[in-house]
């Protein structure tokens, strides 16, 4: 529900592709969440694969109030 939320919600930086977040299971270690469409883009039959779908361009901290 929560990241539900924070994948839609328009925030004044524009929406979220991602969050990062420490992990509770594993103290020092983090979990990530990705909001993505789709892993797998179409393609037609017989043509060279398609470029990867994700592209890691930065990171940032955000604080939410």
Known sequence: MV???LRDHN???GKLD???????ASPGKRNIVLFIESLEPSAPPFSPPPA????FLG???VRLP
């Open 18 to 24: 991602g969050i990062l977040y420490g992990s509770v």
């Open 52 to 55: 990867p779908s994700l592209t």
């Open 3 to 5: 990241t539900e939320y």
């Open 11 to 13: 925030f004044k930086g």
């Open 59 to 61: 990171a940032r901290t």
